[in-house]
């Protein structure tokens, strides 16, 4: 928005259309800000889901094999 407003005032523009080209400046990096922030908590949710899941299932398979290798140790006394 700086920068519309600077070049304006270099350009010697009238502050009305300067400052409908700033508004609309805000706007359009506002809406690009808003969609690169979704994309990025998108990506980085489903990043940390993945691991979270992973790191579940590599416990659960720990417990299951914790859990038969003390069966196979008592079937054997």
Known sequence: MALVVVRGAIFGEIADQVAMEAMVALLIFS?????????????????????????????RQGIIDATLSEDKSSNES
Not at 34 to 46: L, M, N, P, S
Not at 47 to 53: D, G, I, L, V
């Open 31 to 59: 809406v690009f800000g808003w969609v690169a922030g979704w994309i990025t908590e998108y990506v980085v949710r489903d990043s940390m889901e993945t691991a979270f899941r992973h790191r579940v299932e590599w416990y």
